[in-house]
């Protein structure tokens, strides 16, 4: 299992950010599939999550700010963070319960100037 993210980088608060997460080695369709985040000196946490029916959650934190999608075709999710805060300044992972072991991607970096 392959989960390649992308699309961090540096905004100013309030600005847009989309990341990407294609998958490999898996049969995609079968899998929900979750963002998470784990910010300098904290605890990883889920930022949102897509079943396989396309329905969606998300912490409360970003709710109403952040919208995850996939495509089944391409194998890929993404997440669409809008009105972004410096919080949200964090290592953004992908991630997937795969045999009932968790695998994630190797990451990649948003930073949220105020």
């Known amino acids: 299992v392959q989960l390649q993210a992308s699309g961090g980088g540096l905004v100013q608060a309030g600005e847009s950010l989309r990341l990407s997460c294609a998958a490999s080695?898996?049969?995609?369709?079968?899998?929900?599939m979750d963002w998470y985040r784990q910010a300098p000196g904290k605890e990883r946490e889920l930022v949102a999550g897509?079943?396989?029916?396309?329905?969606?959650y998300y912490a409360e934190s970003v709710k109403g700010r952040f919208a995850i999608s996939r495509d089944n075709v391409r194998r890929s999710v993404w997440l669409q963070m809008n009105s972004l805060k410096p919080e949200g300044t964090a290592i953004y992972y992908c991630?997937?319960?795969?045999?009932?072991?968790?695998?994630w991607g190797r990451g990649t970096l948003v930073t949220v100037s105020s």
């Open positions: 991630h997937v319960l795969f045999a009932g072991s968790d695998r």
């Open positions: 080695g898996i049969n995609f369709r079968l899998f929900d």
């Open positions: 897509i079943r396989t029916d396309h329905s969606s």
